[in-house]
């Protein structure tokens, strides 16, 4: 089942004042079982980092006015495409990548299909080549998922000494 949320952009000059928050309160619940973890606890930090970034987006999906859901990400500079460290060798001669850095939804909204809404609605009008995410490991279930949505694993990474081991997947967004 699809439920139809409504869905807002933000853009890097766009943030209302309450958005880093809103980010945090979301992900705080959707890892409310996994913050004693201290990866988990830098998320703001990460917020901070994404959200100054040059081509920052972001949807965030609402149902009745509070926060289910959102994904964001922004496009990597060329040469510092962190996944090129990967053998992984794009046809077509694509080259600009953008990174989706969180897709998230809290619980009580999982498996209603908003997750995808996020991500599709992030990359609708992104003029990259390539879309480019990590997943943990050890979630094998997302990487089916996001096989489903066009990636493919193209490596393994672990960006942080405290990060988990993330699978590296690309997506053309060009055929």
Same mark, same amino acid.
């Given at each position: +089942?699809? %439920?139809?949320?409504? =869905?807002?952009?933000?853009?890097?000059?766009s943030?209302?004042?309450?958005?880093?928050?809103?980010?945090?309160?979301?992900? $705080?619940?959707?890892?409310?079982?996994? +913050?004693d973890?201290?990866? %988990?606890?830098?998320?703001?930090?990460?917020?901070?980092?994404?959200?100054?970034?040059?081509?920052?987006?972001?949807?965030?999906?609402?149902e009745?006015?509070?926060?289910?859901?959102?994904a964001?990400?922004?496009? =990597?500079?060329?040469?510092?495409?962190?996944?090129?460290s990967?053998?992984?060798?794009?046809? %077509?001669?694509?080259t $600009?990548?953008?990174?989706?850095?969180?897709? +998230?939804?809290?619980?009580?909204?999982?498996?209603?299909?908003?997750?995808?809404?996020?991500?599709?609605?992030?990359?609708?009008?992104r003029?990259?080549?390539?879309a480019?995410?990590?997943?943990?490991?050890?979630?094998?279930k997302?990487?089916?998922?996001?096989?489903?949505?066009?990636?493919?694993?193209v490596?393994?990474?672990?960006?942080? $000494?405290?990060?988990?081991?993330?699978a590296?997947?690309v997506?053309?967004?060009?055929?």
């Amino acid at each position: +089942m699809t %439920n139809v949320i409504d =869905l807002r952009h933000y853009g890097h000059e766009s943030l209302p004042d309450d958005f880093r928050q809103m980010l945090i309160h979301v992900h $705080a619940d959707a890892y409310a079982d996994a +913050m004693d973890l201290e990866f %988990n606890r830098k998320f703001p930090w990460f917020v901070d980092h994404w959200s100054q970034m040059v081509g920052f987006t972001c949807v965030v999906a609402f149902e009745d006015g509070e926060p289910t859901g959102f994904a964001y990400g922004a496009p =990597l500079q060329p040469g510092r495409e962190w996944w090129r460290s990967t053998a992984y060798e794009p046809s %077509n001669g694509y080259t $600009a990548t953008y990174a989706v850095s969180e897709v +998230m939804v809290r619980p009580n909204w999982r498996k209603q299909g908003i997750a995808e809404q996020l991500h599709e609605a992030l990359l609708a009008e992104r003029d990259e080549d390539l879309a480019v995410l990590l997943v943990d490991t050890t979630h094998p279930k997302v990487q089916e998922l996001y096989a489903t949505w066009g990636y493919r694993k193209v490596g393994e990474q672990q960006p942080f $000494a405290d990060s988990p081991l993330y699978a590296v997947m690309v997506k053309a967004l060009r055929s």
